[in-house]
């Protein structure tokens, strides 16, 4: 059964936010920056099966600022309204 996985820090954990999409699960990563030049970011955001969304959870507000936001691309993704896979705040 495939499983939808919201992960924080996925740019540390691209091990895990790969092996987790090559397994058929939808992850989404968040990860703080995107305006870093380090490769495993631009990496993460290639593979398939993994929607990168730009997000600071570094407080319960921005975590549930987060969930939400991830909630909206479920849904569009669910009614094929999701117009691109990168989500930006």
Same mark, same amino acid.
């Given at each position: #059964?495939?499983? @939808? %996985?919201? #992960?924080?820090?996925?740019?540390?954990?691209?091990?895990?936010?790969? @092996?987790?999409?090559?397994?058929? *699960?939808?992850?989404?990563?968040?990860?703080?920056?995107?305006?870093?030049?380090?490769?495993?970011?631009?990496?993460?955001?290639? !593979?398939?099966?993994?929607?990168?969304?730009?997000?600071? %959870?570094?407080s319960?507000?921005? %975590?549930?600022?987060? %969930?939400k936001?991830?909630?909206?691309?479920?849904? !569009?993704? #669910?009614? *094929?309204?999701?117009?691109?896979? *990168?989500?930006?705040?």
């Open positions: #059964m495939s499983e @939808t %996985v919201l #992960m924080t820090g996925a740019s540390f954990g691209r091990d895990t936010a790969e @092996t987790l999409a090559r397994a058929g *699960h939808t992850v989404f990563a968040l990860m703080r920056g995107f305006a870093f030049p380090e490769p495993g970011i631009r990496r993460i955001a290639a !593979q398939p099966g993994i929607d990168t969304v730009e997000r600071d %959870v570094g319960d507000d921005l %975590v549930d600022r987060a %969930v936001e991830v909630l909206v691309l479920c849904f !569009q993704r #669910m009614t *094929h309204a999701a117009p691109d896979r *990168h989500c930006r705040a």
